[in-house]
């Protein structure tokens, strides 16, 4: 399950894939800004 987010090309990564590399970077095109991808939750509102 993806985790992070690469802040230029949007490529979803984990972070067993962001151990792979040295530092944190994108490992698909090397943009030092990942970000946190928040986990999809469906949030229900009840309808009266
Ligand atoms: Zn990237």
Known sequence: ???YV???CGNKF???ELELIPSIM???CGYRIVLKARP???KRV???
């Open 26 to 28: 994108c490992p698909y």
């Open 6 to 8: 690469c802040g230029r």
């Open 40 to 42: 999809q939750v469906v």
């Open 14 to 16: 984990t972070q067993e």
């Open 46 to 48: 009840k309808a009266i």
């Open 1 to 3: 399950m993806p985790t």
